[in-house]
């Protein structure tokens, strides 16, 4: 079975957690010059009464997904719990700290280079983790293969793309947006009462202070009544496009280092035998 077979078969039965075998990870991985993990991150926070805790991380996953069926890939298991204080007020919310996400995160890409994964890119469904930006910065200074995937120019797009009519700082929580790729990709977790549950508030300047509970009584902010599944899958389609960038990016950073390790190579020979390399 080749490598998009195997890929095409684990993809048809992904959920939350990847299905690969050890022996699927190893074909893929003897099929590409440079190995790319896709890590999803969501969270568990309040989305009103009509989507699920657990929606950030189905996001994260969907979008993690389409990119496994367009790229070759190793998908992880995502990270289901993170930062989420601005919605403590809301019952069934659950956060760790930043600094436990950015300790989880940099584990992970410790160990896939362990095990020959050089490049990680981090999925993030939720827009409070602001944390993996950091981690992200921080691991590139340091020489390490790290993206984080979408920015907010990926989402432009993928509006514009998708017929999304809701602009991004309107639509801030359980809106247009995530109940789209809900109602595409898990329509049966969707409840009703988002047809009518749109709620604006786009002066959030005292968020990080006062939390979701100043401005929403409902948890929502953003016009879910304007999702269609239609919207989901074009949105996801969008961003696995976009995707395509951060691909040749994290690949290409690893030929350039292999051509310095290379050139570094060459000199030390030509060090030693008196000649000098070609250019």
Not at 11 to 39: F, I
Not at 111 to 139: I, K
Not at 197 to 218: E, I, K, N, P, Q
């Amino acid at each position: 079975m080749s490598g998009s077979e195997i890929r095409s078969a684990a993809s048809a039965t992904y959920g939350l957690v990847p299905t690969d075998t050890t022996e699927d990870v190893r074909t893929r991985g003897a099929g590409v010059p440079s190995q790319v993990a896709v890590l999803p991150v969501g969270s568990f926070e309040q989305h009103g009464a009509y989507l699920p805790l657990a929606t950030d991380t189905l996001v994260a996953c969907a979008i993690a997904r389409e990119i496994a069926e367009a790229y070759p890939v190793h998908l992880l298991p995502p990270v289901t719990i993170a930062c989420s204080h601005e919605h403590a007020a809301w019952p069934g919310t659950v956060s760790i700290s930043s600094v436990t996400l950015h300790a989880v995160v940099r584990d992970i890409a410790a160990s896939l280079r362990r095990s020959g994964v050089e490049a990680l890119v981090l999925v993030n469904g939720h827009g409070g983790n602001y944390v993996l930006g950091n981690v992200v910065q921080e691991s590139s200074a340091a020489g390490e293969r790290m993206a984080l995937f979408p920015a907010p120019e990926d989402w432009e797009a993928a509006l514009e793309w998708s017929g999304i009519e809701t602009s991004l700082l309107t639509d801030m929580h359980a809106g247009e947006i995530e109940t789209s790729i809900l109602l595409h990709a898990h329509p049966e977790l969707v409840r009703p009462g988002y047809e009518s549950a749109d709620f604006v508030a786009d002066d959030r300047r005292h968020l990080l202070t006062l939390g979701m509970s100043a401005y929403t009584d409902s948890g929502v902010i953003g016009r879910p009544s304007l999702g269609s599944a239609e919207k989901g899958k074009e949105l996801l389609a969008s961003l696995a496009d976009s995707f395509g960038a951060y691909f040749s990016l994290v690949t290409s950073a690893h030929s350039e280092t292999e051509k310095a390790d290379t050139e570094g190579a060459d000199a030390k020979a030509a060090d030693a035998d008196g000649t000098a390399p070609s250019s």
